[in-house]
C-alpha cells in the first residue's frame, strides 16, 4: 500500500519494491505499472495497492484490517483531536545502503473535517495532522493512539492529574503529503498547492483508513486474493496418482 501519487508518477519507469530481509540485506521486489490498482470509485482518494508473494525470508509485519480506523471507532474509543500520531517513512537524505532504515515522524491529530479538503487531485476525504512531512513519507503508515485520562492521590491526599498515553494504538490512514501553499497565498480565501516552492505549513494530510480498506476490496484484488488461496487449497490436495 502506498500512496497513488507515487506510483502515478513513476509510469512508464521501472518500479520496485525495496524490502528488507529477516537475516539481512535487501530484496527487489517487481512491481509493475499495470499492476496497481486504485479506489474503485473516489478518484480523490490517493491510495495505490500492489499484490506480491510473502514470504518468510522478508522482514514485513502487516497491519490487521480490524486495527484500520473510522469515525464511529473514534467515537466508540473517546480519539480523536489532539491524540497523538506517528508515522514511518524513509528519510531519503539517509535511506540506508545495506537495508532499510525508516524514520519515525511524530505529531498529533489536528483536524477531523466535516466536510471535503482540497488537495492535489480535488476535494477529498482526509485528516489533518501536526506534523512536518517531507520527501520519502508519501504513503507512509500513520497510526493514532489515544490519550488516557487517570487521576490519583499524590502524598498529601490531593488529586492529581496521572494522563499518559495508551499502548494500544490504530491505523489512522496513509501519509499524502504536507500542505504547502505559495507564500502569496497565505491569507488568500482560495489557494494554490505548491509542491516545489510552497511553505510546508506543517500540516500533514492523511488518507483514511477506511479508504485503504475500500481499496483493498477492489474487485480485482479480490480476484487475485481467491485465484491464490484456490492454488493454495489445491497445493494441499493429496494427488490420488502419487505412491
Excluded at 476490496?217 to 488461496?229: C, F, K, Q, S
Aim: with cysteine.
Amino acid at each position: 500500500v502506498t500512496a497513488k501519487h507515487v506510483v502515478v508518477a513513476l509510469r512508464g519507469r521501472p518500479i520496485g519494491c525495496l524490502v528488507n530481509n529477516r537475516g539481512g540485506g535487501v530484496t527487489l521486489l517487481s512491481a509493475s505499472s499495470d499492476a496497481w490498482c486504485f479506489h474503485p470509485s473516489d478518484t480523490t482518494a490517493d491510495v495505490a495497492v500492489i499484490p506480491f508473494d510473502l514470504t518468510s525470508d522478508l522482514d514485513i509485519v502487516s497491519v490487521a484490517t480490524e486495527h484500520f480506523i473510522n469515525l464511529d471507532v473514534m467515537a466508540h474509543e473517546k480519539m480523536g483531536i489532539g491524540d497523538e500520531v506517528f508515522a514511518l517513512g524513509l528519510f531519503t537524505h539517509a535511506a540506508g545502503h545495506k537495508r532499510n532504515m525508516p524514520i519515525v515522524r511524530h505529531g498529533n491529530l489536528a483536524m477531523v473535517p466535516e466536510e471535503q479538503i482540497q488537495v492535489d487531485a480535488g476535494f477529498a476525504d482526509a485528516y489533518l495532522i501536526e506534523a512536518r512531512s517531507i520527501g520519502g513519507m508519501s504513503g507512509s503508515p500513520v497510526f493514532i493512539r489515544k490519550t488516557v485520562s487517570l487521576k490519583g492521590l499524590d502524598k498529601f491526599n490531593r488529586e492529581v492529574d496521572l494522563s499518559g498515553v495508551s499502548s494500544d494504538f490504530r491505523l489512522l490512514g496513509v501519509l499524502h503529503g504536507h500542505w504547502d501553499i505559495q507564500e502569496s497565498e497565505i491569507n488568500k480565501p482560495t489557494f494554490t498547492h505548491d509542491r516545489q516552492h510552497g511553505v510546508n505549513l506543517g500540516i500533514a494530510v492523511v488518507v483514511p483508513a477506511h479508504k485503504i480498506l475500500e481499496t483493498i476490496n477492489h474487485p480485482d484484488l479480490i480476484a487475485v486474493r481467491e485465484r491464490t488461496e484456490e492454488a493454495m487449497r489445491s497445493a494441499m490436495i493429496p494427488n490420488p496418482d502419487r505412491t
